[in-house]
């Protein structure tokens, strides 16, 4: 977005682009159009790199506002968590258009380059892993594929020593609904998050008094949709996959499509879904 049209006949003589900051030098374009290098002449493997290279950038921004989105929960600031979990919305809903463009590619274009992958693979992913981590799919197994990068581990393992965005909204919930914090379950730190019933009839006083709890309301909708959104993004990376490469095992050594498809089965927030089947 640029903010107003340039006329190169009025308005070049009153900018010295020599010495002023301009467009390229405050995005550092130059440095980011250098980071795309085909390894093989394919065709379609400029497409694969910076369809790679966009959705990490989108997980980079997830990550930034995930993160202030729990600070800001914890500080009592509601309506600026409401705009940012909005917002990691629509960055779901723009990951899922980019699998429209890779689906372009077909199982013919991508053997053409498949083999320069080497065992490189998505769920290698330092990124995905700290948003599944963020909002509470925990799995200290897949800290494994990082080992052997200190800072991104040490990372990983600072934040799986914290409550996770989940965790954080169950302490309001019972704050909340009980008055106190004395019942609150234990953070599910070191593993993915597990149904509780006693989470779960939290939830249920919350949708059955929704004018008495009406920011825990807008706070699990708001965590329905980004699941929501979330799940979609999941099913149309199995979906993409299964279109280029069939059953075929994945580049990192993963099972392909049938371990994408295991993934469709984690829910990241259970007691607010399980709850509507209560109501």
């Known amino acids: 977005m640029t903010e107003g049209a340039y006329n190169p006949e009025t308005d070049g003589a009153k900018t010295d682009f020599g010495s002023a900051m301009s467009y390229g030098d405050?995005?550092?374009?130059?440095?980011?159009?250098?980071?795309?290098?085909?390894?093989?002449?394919?065709?379609?493997?400029?497409?694969?790199?910076?369809?790679?290279?966009?959705?990490?950038?989108?997980?980079?921004?997830?990550?930034?506002?995930?993160?202030?989105?729990?600070?800001?929960?914890?500080?009592?600031?509601?309506?600026?968590?409401?705009?940012?979990?909005?917002?990691?919305?629509?960055?779901?809903?723009?990951?899922?258009?980019?699998?429209?463009?890779?689906?372009?590619?077909?199982?013919a274009d991508y053997t053409t380059f498949r083999e320069s992958l080497g065992p490189s693979s998505g769920f290698q992913?330092?990124?995905?892993?700290?948003?599944?981590?963020?909002?509470?799919?925990?799995?200290?197994?897949?800290?494994?594929?990082?080992?052997?990068?200190?800072?991104?581990?040490?990372?990983?393992?600072?934040?799986?020593?914290?409550?996770?965005?989940?965790?954080?909204?169950?302490?309001?919930?019972?704050?909340?609904?009980?008055?106190?914090?004395?019942?609150?379950?234990a953070p599910q730190l070191d593993s993915p998050h597990i149904s509780t019933p006693e989470i779960q009839d939290r939830w249920k006083t919350v949708y059955q008094n929704v004018d008495r709890y009406w920011t825990l309301y807008q706070l699990a909708e708001k965590l329905v949709d980004l699941e929501d959104y979330f799940r979609r993004w999941r099913f149309n990376h199995v979906t993409t996959v299964e279109r280029v490469i069939g059953f075929k095992r994945g580049t990192g050594g993963t099972s392909g499509v049938g371990?994408?498809?295991?993934?469709?089965?984690?829910?990241?927030?259970?007691?607010?879904?399980?709850?509507?089947?209560?109501?």
Not at 147 to 166: K, Q
Not at 259 to 279: D, I, K, N, Q, S
């Open 26 to 107: 405050y995005l550092h374009l130059d440095a980011l159009l250098a980071q795309q290098h085909p390894l093989s002449d394919a065709h379609d493997e400029m497409l694969f790199i910076i369809q790679h290279h966009t959705s990490e950038l989108w997980m980079k921004l997830i990550i930034h506002e995930m993160t202030a989105a729990r600070a800001a929960l914890i500080a009592g600031q509601m309506p600026e968590c409401f705009k940012m979990l909005a917002r990691v919305g629509r960055i779901f809903e723009q990951l899922n258009q980019q699998w429209e463009v890779l689906r372009t590619m077909t199982p």
């Open 125 to 185: 992913s330092y990124q995905y892993r700290l948003i599944e981590y963020l909002l509470g799919n925990r799995n200290p197994n897949m800290l494994k594929p990082h080992a052997h990068v200190p800072e991104v581990s040490s990372l990983l393992t600072e934040e799986l020593a914290r409550p996770s965005f989940y965790d954080e909204a169950i302490r309001l919930l019972f704050r909340t609904v009980d008055g106190d914090e004395r019942n609150v379950p």
């Open 259 to 279: 371990y994408l498809r295991r993934m469709l089965e984690v829910e990241l927030f259970p007691e607010l879904w399980h709850v509507r089947g209560e109501l």
